[in-house]
């Protein structure tokens, strides 16, 4: 395979080569879950395209550690703790385990290490000593500890902030804020008595949101690693506040790409619990389609635009799936693949990671004329990278249940006798069932649908 991965980098508003630092080894950070809900089918977009980028990375020939954290304390976890009554680990531990049972049914590599914010406060704690030290962070008098940004002068250089946006002197101690907010951020949270916290040399207190990622991946990755990722909307603040405090510690540059995911809609509208359109992996299942046409659908939108979700483009997805998989049912598979098409496919994904394009080069290649093996041995090389799960489907031929057979069979009996009325309505009760007909040369082809 060649190596000529070109990536878009966030840093530079370019499209560039990706060079890792210690070749084959590549280092990569991903924002990981707040653990205070199931993910949405926007976070689940964002992950299905993080593990589009590690999978392209490895067909490259590159050995990828991934790290991703997990968010168990922050300021919606600890207020929805609270109103459960129940501990912090009570409270995130059922999200945890569903976070990860979403991702094995959308056949997401798991990262490397996973490492959770609580299990890293005294890391956290030395970290910010030093930002202190440094003068980059002030204690203000409740004992909060602020990362000070105009001691960074760099500071809006990944969101390319205006820098007339910047209020001197300002700051902010929620874990989220917008925009407009451009504040000195908390990095330690002084608490109340009988609040959920930790011992520091400033009193009692927490540490912010933006502190863990820099800590965690630094730990894992070194002060410097390959690709930092996670979704648009993380650009700022918190990725520009990661820069500030990693690169305000160490003086090098903390991650050399960063890599954000789009947004998903739905129905063209951002997603919102108010709006009654947030739907999880759950929402979908219960609807009766299959995770895996989820991660079809994430494989039609290119991660740079917007995906727009709609219970008719996720039917669409379902269905091209179903016929993907029909069409390779009676494939065998050979040691020689069909090398234009591969040469094209990894073009594709090669090129910031034009899946959509990839996706129409394996329909091109089921469609076209090659014999079916050759076609087989090429399709397997590009699941490497989609994850549909067709090596399940391919060469095996569905298993019809004994009583469709039997309504099969008996309407191929009336078709041949003419009796069309009848015939149709053997189609239709065969459909029922769950499986449909189509009528070949070579005698009646049963499918799957849903
Ligand atoms: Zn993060």
Redesign the pocket.
């Known amino acids: 395979m060649t190596v000529s991965l070109k990536l878009y980098n966030t840093l530079t508003r370019q499209v560039e080569e990706f060079k890792p630092l210690n070749p084959p080894h590549v280092g990569m950070y991903t924002?990981?879950p707040t653990v205070h809900d199931f993910a949405h089918i926007g976070n689940l977009r964002t992950f299905i395209f993080e593990d589009l980028l590690q999978k392209v990375l490895e067909a490259e020939g590159y050995k990828v550690v991934r790290v991703m954290?997990l968010?168990d304390i922050e300021d919606k976890i600890i207020k929805k703790a609270k109103e459960k009554g129940v501990s912090l680990e009570e409270f995130t531990t059922p999200y945890e385990l569903a976070f990860f049972e979403d991702l094995r049914k959308l056949n997401i590599k798991y990262a490397d290490i996973y490492p959770k914010a609580t299990e890293h406060i005294g890391g956290m704690v030395k970290y910010i000593e030093v930002l202190v030290k440094k003068g980059l962070a002030y204690v203000a008098e409740d004992g909060s500890v602020y990362f000070d940004i105009s001691k960074f002068p760099e500071y809006g250089k990944l969101s390319q902030l205006d820098k007339r946006e910047v209020k001197a002197g300002a700051r902010v101690k929620a874990d989220e804020y917008s925009k407009e907010d451009v504040q000195d951020f908390a990095l330690w949270k002084s608490v109340d008595p009988g609040e959920v916290g930790y011992d520091s040399p400033w009193g009692r207190g927490r540490p912010g949101?933006?502190i863990?990622?820099s800590v965690m991946s630094q730990q894992y990755l070194g002060e410097t690693f390959d690709i930092h990722g996670?979704a648009v909307d993380?650009i700022f603040p918190?990725?520009e506040n990661?820069i500030a405090q990693s690169e305000g510690k160490t003086g090098k540059q903390f991650s050399m790409f960063f890599v954000e995911g789009e947004h998903l809609l739905v129905n063209g509208q951002k997603m919102a619990k108010s709006l009654k359109n947030y739907f999880t992996l759950r929402d979908i299942e219960a609807k009766g389609f299959e995770p895996l046409a989820l991660r079809y659908l994430a494989l039609t939108a290119h991660y740079r635009d917007k995906l727009n979700f709609t219970w008719k483009s996720l039917q669409a997805a379902q269905n091209a799936l179903n016929n993907l998989r029909e069409e390779v049912r009676d494939w065998d598979q050979s040691k020689i693949g069909c090398a234009e098409y591969e040469r094209r496919f990894f073009n594709a994904v090669d090129n910031d990671l034009n899946v959509p394009q990839a996706l129409a080069i394996l329909w091109e290649l089921v469609k076209s004329d090659y014999p079916t093996s050759a076609k087989a041995e090429s399709l397997l090389k590009f699941d490497k990278i989609l994850g549909l799960k067709l090596d399940e489907y391919l060469g095996k031929p569905l298993e019809v249940p004994e009583e469709v057979q039997k309504l099969v069979d008996q309407r191929e009996k009336v078709r041949k006798n003419k009796d069309f009325q009848k015939s149709d309505e053997l189609r239709d009760e065969i459909k029922k069932m769950g499986y449909e007909m189509e009528d070949t040369p070579t005698g009646p082809k049963v499918k799957k649908v849903l």
């Open positions: 924002c990981g954290n968010t949101w933006h863990e990622c996670g993380l918190h990725h990661e």
